[in-house]
Nanobody, 120 residues
Framework: VVQLVESGGGSVQAGGSLRLSCAAS?????MGWVRQVLDKEPEGVAA???????TLDASVKGRFTISRDNVNNTLYLQMNSLKPEDTAMYYC?????????????????WGQGTQVTVSS
């Protein structure tokens, strides 16, 4: 079992930045971020494999950067130029399956989530 603890969420104005962090209790080859708005399906935001290769959803490309520290089992999401539509609960996820932004919603392990709110 891998436990995931997110931090770094908060409230910002449009155009602002936030950096999310996720501390993992163990290593998994695929890690990523999923976001969910109330009453909607979760969507993959970004994924990164064991070699550090990232995939990002088209809606965040050029604005978000995903990175990982495999020594300390920590995952990051740098979010710049935030928009109101980025408002959601952001979950850190981890798995050992195929690692793409389109598949990470099937991840085995999920954190408790951290809220990101972007006001216009």
């Amino acid at each position: 079992v891998v436990q995931l603890v997110e931090s770094g969420g908060g409230s910002v104005q449009a155009g602002g930045s936030l950096r999310l962090s996720c501390a993992a209790s163990g290593y998994r080859s695929c890690m990523g971020w999923v976001r969910q708005v109330l009453d909607k399906e979760p969507e993959g935001v970004a994924a990164i494999d064991s070699g550090g290769f990232p995939t990002l959803d088209a809606s965040v490309k050029g604005r978000f950067t995903i990175s990982r520290d495999n020594v300390n089992n920590t995952l990051y999401l740098q979010m710049n130029s935030l928009k109101p539509e980025d408002t959601a609960m952001y979950y850190c996820v981890a798995s050992s399956v195929r690692c793409t932004v389109g598949t990470i919603t099937d991840s085995t392990y999920w954190g408790q989530g951290t809220q990101v709110t972007v006001s216009s």
